[in-house]
């Protein structure tokens, strides 16, 4: 189960985020419809800044996940509160701190065991050709 999770999750994600975007923007989700395109323009930000920051040339990789870790979550807070999605409350700030931070080092961990495997993959067949 493991397995097939970690090989159809990206596909799921990506579906799933499709069929609810496509209902909030033809209407269907009532009054989430706000909510949810807000989410996804903050997603779609998120990700443009994310994707910035990868091209600074750090020279450690846990000074590249500190900068981007807080540079994104500071942004998300920004976005958050002019979106009137959180409220600047140390309550709402800690919350979403943590789960930002989970979220985003389960992601990293994702990222890695999948280059891992892309690895293995290339390795395997580069061992073949001998």
Same mark, same amino acid.
């Given at each position: ?9 990206? @596909?799921?994600? !990506? ?7 496509? @209902?909030? =923007?033809? %209407? @269907?989700?009532? *009054?989430? @419809? #706000?909510? &949810? ?23 450690? $990789?846990?000074?590249?996940? =500190? &900068?981007?870790?807080? !540079? ?7 976005? %958050?509160?002019?979106? #009137? ?5 140390? $309550?709402?700030?800690? &919350?979403?701190?943590? &789960? ?11 990222? #890695? ?6 690895? *293995?993959?290339?390795? $395997?067949?580069? %061992? *073949?050709? #001998?």
């Amino acid at each position: 189960m493991k397995q097939f999770f970690s090989a159809n999750l990206s @596909n799921m994600t !990506f579906i799933f985020s499709f069929i609810i975007l496509l @209902n909030a =923007i033809l %209407g @269907n989700l009532g *009054d989430f @419809n #706000k909510l &949810v395109l807000y989410l996804a323009a903050v997603t779609l930000i998120l990700t443009i800044l994310s994707y910035g920051i990868s091209y600074i040339n750090f020279h450690l $990789e846990w000074t590249y996940h =500190i &900068v981007q870790l807080s !540079f994104l979550f500071s942004a998300f807070l920004l976005l %958050g509160h002019v979106m #009137k999605l959180i409220s600047f409350s140390l $309550e709402n700030i800690l &919350v979403n701190g943590i &789960v930002f931070s989970i979220v985003y080092f389960l992601t990293v961990r994702l990222r #890695k065991q999948q280059l891992n495997q892309l690895a *293995d993959a290339i390795n $395997e067949q580069l %061992g *073949d050709r #001998k």
